[in-house]
């Protein structure tokens, strides 16, 4: 069992391709958290994974969510792991994992992460697509080598992109996302062309339509930017930073 967020590709991505060289089932946890799905029987399970991306160093919101509401019966001891995939760096993000799962009597017993494409356009460009060719290129060879490690049930931390001193990383930056998360920054241009997939695939439930029109009506979201980076008309932006900071879905994978 591998439970997944995704807003913008990469994790589905490296989750789908851990699948299915695991043959383990998937979960994705905006799903799960509007059916309200919290409890699992894993008594049948061998593995039970988590790929997520990380944000500010740390772990999205709607993973804390999701883990604080979590309820596994059958766990005896399974081999638990967790994938992160980042920018530039994971920092001490599986540290916070391991904690939250000791929450709940189950240890982590291997983290992995994978280097992806940088798509935070609040402060970043998107890359040129040549280069997110190369950048792909290269999380595949990740991906292939967690993917060998998990299905041999290997245990340690085969993480090579926590950065140097991983916990101090994340206590400096996590702060600003764990304290933050505004939505006021969001604003919708007048090429809406009112489609309602921001509000679909919003995993927090944050935006409400009125006159087919996006408005946040949530003081905070997860931040994952999926409505700002799959809106068709590129309508949605983070204020007036990122009309030419590009936009991002992965190419190696169904939205």
Same mark, same amino acid.
């Given at each position: ?31 799960a ?28 919101? &709607? ?21 992160l995939?980042? /920018? ?16 709940? /009597? ?14 935070? &356009? ?7 697509? @040549? ?7 290269l ?5 292939d ?26 206590? %400096? ?22 489609? @309602? ?7 927090? @439930?944050?935006?409400s339509?009125? @006159? /087919?029109?996006?408005? $946040? ?17 590129? %309508?949605?932006? $983070? ?17």
């Amino acid at each position: 069992m591998i439970f997944y967020f995704s807003a913008t590709g990469n994790s589905k991505y490296a989750a789908e391709r851990i699948a299915a060289a695991t043959d383990d089932r998937l979960v994705f946890l905006r799903d799960a958290i509007r059916s309200r799905s919290y409890q699992y029987d894993v008594s049948h399970e061998t593995r039970i994974g988590f790929v997520v991306p990380t944000y500010f160093q740390g772990l999205p919101s &709607i993973l804390t969510f999701f883990l604080n509401k979590l309820r596994l019966t059958g766990y005896a001891d399974q081999y638990a792991y967790v994938v992160l995939t980042c /920018g530039e760096s994971t920092g001490d993000a599986a540290g916070q994992m391991a904690k939250m799962l000791r929450s709940k /009597g189950v240890t982590l017993s291997a983290q992995f992460g994978i280097p992806m494409v940088d798509n935070y &356009i609040p402060m970043f460009k998107i890359a040129e697509d @040549g280069v997110i060719a190369e950048q792909l290129d290269l999380a595949d060879e990740y991906i292939d080598e967690a993917a060998r490690a998990i299905r041999a049930l290997g245990i340690g931390d085969y993480n090579r992109c926590q950065g140097r001193l991983p916990a101090v990383r994340t206590a %400096a930056a996590y702060p600003l996302y764990a304290h933050g998360r505004s939505t006021k920054p969001f604003l919708v241009t007048d090429e809406c062309i009112k489609c @309602g997939l921001c509000q679909e695939i919003c995993p927090c @439930g944050a935006i409400s339509l009125f @006159g /087919g029109r996006p408005s $946040w009506t949530k003081p905070r979201c997860v931040q994952c930017l999926g409505c700002l980076h799959r809106c068709p008309a590129k %309508a949605i932006r $983070w204020k007036s930073a990122d009309e030419d900071r590009g936009r991002y879905y992965n190419p190696r994978v169904e939205p």
